[in-house]
């Protein structure tokens, strides 16, 4: 016998698990232009993660202002006709 060195290794299977996840979804209907951020990566609170796609919010505004000014054209319509159809103060009845 003789003394000499020996490298001493040992090839163990396992399984990592992360210590923390999340789920990473948009908030809002809409579709996605672009993914702002990698996968794996470290977000912080409020930093934005997606671009999408504004043409339906713009829609859904452009629509919506029209029905305000259509509200507000029946509004001054109906108030001028309620003016027209009050009595005057000279005239008696």
């Known amino acids: 016998m003789a003394e000499q060195p ?9 399984r990592v698990v992360a ?4 789920d990473v979804r948009p ?10 951020f990698a ?9 934005p993660l997606y671009q999408i796609d504004p043409s339906l919010f713009k829609a859904a505004r ?15 319509s109906t108030q001028a006709r309620a003016t027209a159809s009050r009595p005057s103060p000279t005239c008696r009845r």
């Open 6 to 14: 020996v490298t001493v290794s040992a090839d163990l299977t396992g």
């Open 19 to 22: 210590a923390a996840t999340a």
């Open 27 to 36: 908030q809002v209907n809409g579709v996605i232009q672009t993914r702002l």
């Open 39 to 47: 996968e794996g990566q470290m977000v912080r609170a409020g930093q």
């Open 62 to 76: 452009d629509q919506a202002a029209a029905q305000l000014e259509n509200t507000q054209a029946m509004q001054a």
